[in-house]
Every structure is written in C-alpha cells, then in structure tokens.
C-alpha cells in the first residue's frame, strides 16, 4: 500500500492519486495522521519513500497566476533518468526538488496550453517549440537514450517521473510497449465514390490543365482495371489481422480547403464504415469530426449524429480533424456529447507527448474542478508531422521512431500510431512511406 500523508487533500489531488491507481494497479490512500500542513510525504509498505513540499497548483481554483518554475530532476540508479518537471519548490535539498502530485496535474491538464500568449499554428494548434521546456539547456537522458532538454515533450516525461520514483521506492511496474495503430481515413478514395458528374467534370478540368496520366488512371481505376490508389484498406486489414484497428473517418460535408472528403450524403462512406467493421483482429470504426465541426456546435452536432446513424459506426471514441484538440473547450463539449474516448491530443508538426504521458487518462475540467467521464488516449505519431512537419524522409522517420519507442517500452507505455490510408498509398508524395510504416509496426511489436 502507498500511503500519502497530506492535510486536506484537494479535488486535484484525488484525481492524480485515482490515476496513479489505473496507470500502475497501484493501491493508494490519503491519511492526514501527524502531517504537516504544508508538506507531503509518501509511505510504502509502512517505510517513508519519499517527501515533499505541497505546491499552490494542487488547490482548487487556482489558475493561470500561479508560478510554476521548472527543475531539473536526476533519478540516480544503475541506469539514471534525468529531465526537467514543472512544480519545483524551494526546499534548501530537503526532499523532491518538485511536487509530483501538482507535476501530474500540470500535465494532464495540459496546462502549458492555457497560456494566452502561446505561439500556435495557422489551424490554432500549439507548438511545441513555445512549450515551457523549450528554453531548458542541455540534453536529458533516458536509459542509454539521451535529447536536447528542448525536446523533451517527444518523450512521456510525466511517465519517467513516475516510474523512476516508483521504482526507487521498490515498487515493481512491468516494462514493455502496448501497440495501438490507428488509421484516420480523410479521404477514401482518389477516383472512386464520386457521382459521375463529379466524375465527368473532374475528367475535363485534369484534360484542360493537359494531366493526361491522372485522365488515364481514372478511366482505368473507374472501369475496374486497377485498384484505387488510395484503396489500401486491403493492405491495412492484412498487416493488422492479428491486432485491434480503429478507423476514424472522415464524413464532413465538403469545405475547401480543409474538409475535402467524399460527399457524405453519398452510400460510398457508410459502406466503406461497415466494411471496415469487419476486421479479424477487431477493431472499432469512429467518428473523424470535421476542420468546422470544430468551430461550429450545430456543424459538430449535424455530423455526429448523421455517422452515428450509420451501421457498424462506434459512437464512442472520436479523433479531431488535423488534430485540433482544445482541452480547456472541447473535453467539457465531448462529454456533453456523450463521447467516452478522445484520440485527438497529439502534436500536429511534432512528434510526442503533449501531455507528457503516453498512457490514457481522464480528463479534468479546471474550471468546474471535477474529472469528466471522457478518457483521453494520447497519440504518439502522426505520418503527416514526420513528413510535413518535421521534414524527415522515411528512412530518418524509421530510425527515430525506433529511437522514441524505446524509451516509451522503458515505462511500459503505449504506442498509439495514427497514420491515414493515403500515406501508405505510395502515390502523392509518399513513395518509400509504406515501408516506414511496416518498419514502425514490427518494432512496436517486438517490444511488446
């Protein structure tokens, strides 16, 4: 048993220690016996592990005008951890250089994401390269495995703490990498499933602009004499026939330049739902809502519930378009929706862990102070941040992947991958891609 000793704890608090409890099947439980009121201390197994001075981000309604300054920890051992955490208190070396209760809540809550003057993107999602830890000197270590301290969010940081703690204390937590592949399908079909005016005006604007090969692929596609290219929905159920698969599908209706899918009013898209259904190795199909949607509540509302009329549709799980995860607004809005399971908080132009922890957690609204019923499932990569974001060719994405995984194996994390049908389609862009694919499926295996 864990025992925190800690007088009064916050809402805050709970919600950490009931996470600490589903991550690692770790019994935990608060005692305010002969503590004191400003410090905290960890007990295993009757033997004190561990203390701490209590930080002002573990107190209910405190917000954004508390100060959180950063510290670089060492976990020592055989094989030392070193990287930076948020919460550090002034202890003069008595205890933990940082409050890992408030540590976590900083995390979880993505709480780097609640800063007004934070850089973001064009589509409003957060950079990386303006993250706290992004001014941090040096390098950090993991195990033989060793990055710039800027870029520290590509590993699960808040996993490192924990695990490196628990350790120290003795307690056993189990090492290996559990594999979720993903695949978002923003659009099914290069040719196909277009009505056929679609297809006739699309014919005469390639023949005008003189795209003579792309006329001629079409015609052969549409008649039957060759796949789709975009058709690898084959491939996929092939490479993943002995594992659980999730689809999330894209059924906007169509907005240039970012919603760009067939026409969902069409029989292509439901179709193509059910027969992804149909997975060997299990799987799940989900709702992929739209670059609007996620602007516009009505937007949001009229397509959740046109593909959840769809058969075979899974109502509970979704992922955001371009990853346009908001925490602070959409979580409360997905609940509310009666969504279970979000796959949206990744890194749009990076790879890693933004919210420092590769594992699935609930979500806590910060405002009203209370956990959703929504579980949050962290996506470590994305194919299109390794080609567009990052700039990297197929053979550098293979070799930092397996560089990546390593290091989430070491905490016995999870590997969520999210790649989409058109990426392994070896057209567009992305020839040598399948391979790296592949390549990322087999390592994530062997480190099961």
């Known amino acids: 048993m864990l025992t925190i000793h800690l007088s009064q704890p916050s809402s805050r608090h709970r919600y950490v220690v009931d996470v600490l409890r589903d991550w690692y099947d770790l019994p935990v439980e608060f005692s305010d016996a002969q503590v004191h009121p400003e410090r905290v201390t960890a007990v295993w197994q009757g033997r004190e592990v561990a203390s701490w001075k209590r930080h002002v981000l573990g107190e209910e309604g405190v917000g954004g005008e508390a100060e959180v300054a950063w510290t670089k920890w060492d976990e020592g051992g055989e094989e030392p951890c070193t990287i930076w955490l948020p919460c550090a208190v002034d202890e003069e070396g008595r205890g933990l250089a940082m409050d890992p209760l408030a540590a976590t809540f900083w995390a979880l809550t993505c709480w780097g994401e609640r800063n007004p003057d934070l850089e973001r993107d064009q589509h409003g999602r957060p950079l990386a390269s303006d ?101 690898t929905f084959g491939f996929l159920h092939e490479v993943h026939s002995q594992e659980a698969l999730t689809w999330f599908v894209l059924a906007a209706d169509r907005s240039r330049p970012f919603d ?57 799980m979704i992922r955001a378009h371009f990853l346009r995860s908001e925490p602070s607004r959409d979580w409360v809005r997905w609940e509310a929706m009666g969504v279970a399971h979000d796959a949206s908080l990744g890194w749009a132009r990076d790879v890693g862990f933004r919210a420092g922890t590769s594992r699935p957690f609930h979500a806590y609204d910060v405002g009203e102070e209370r956990v959703l019923a929504l579980k949050i499932h962290p996506v470590a990569i994305m194919d299109s941040a390794l080609k567009a974001g990052l700039g990297w060719k197929p053979d550098r994405a293979a070799q930092e992947m397996d560089r990546l995984m390593t290091v989430v194996s070491e905490v016995g994390g999870v590997w969520m991958s999210c790649w989409h049908n058109t990426s392994v389609s070896e057209v567009d862009g992305w020839k040598g891609w399948r391979a790296t694919y592949l390549h990322m499926v087999q390592s994530a295996r062997s480190l099961a």
């Not at 808040?158 to 307690?171: I, K, P, T």
């Not at 046109?306 to 509970?316: D, Y």
Request: charged share 25%; aromatic share 10%; hydrophobic share 40%.
């Open 131 to 231: 993250m706290p830890w992004s001014h941090h000197p040096g390098r950090v270590f993991c195990h033989g495995t060793e990055l710039e301290a800027r870029l520290q969010h590509r590993w699960p940081w808040l996993e490192l703490m924990w695990v490196g703690l628990l350790r120290s204390w003795d307690v056993s937590i189990p090492r290996g990498l559990r594999f979720q592949p993903t695949v978002d399908v923003d659009v099914a079909f290069k040719h196909l499933g277009r009505s056929r005016l679609k297809h006739v005006a699309l014919q005469v604007r390639d023949a005008l602009l003189g795209r003579w090969n792309t006329v001629l692929e079409r015609l052969r596609v549409v008649r039957g004499l060759e796949t789709d290219p975009y058709d």
């Open 260 to 316: 760009i899918g067939l026409n969902p009013e069409l029989d292509v898209l439901p179709s193509l739902v059910e027969s992804l259904s149909n997975h060997a190795g299990s799987g799940d199909v989900c709702w992929h809502p739209g670059y609007k949607a996620m602007n516009d509540s009505h937007v949001c509302q009229r397509e959740a519930n046109r593909f959840w009329s769809w058969p075979s549709a899974n109502r509970e």
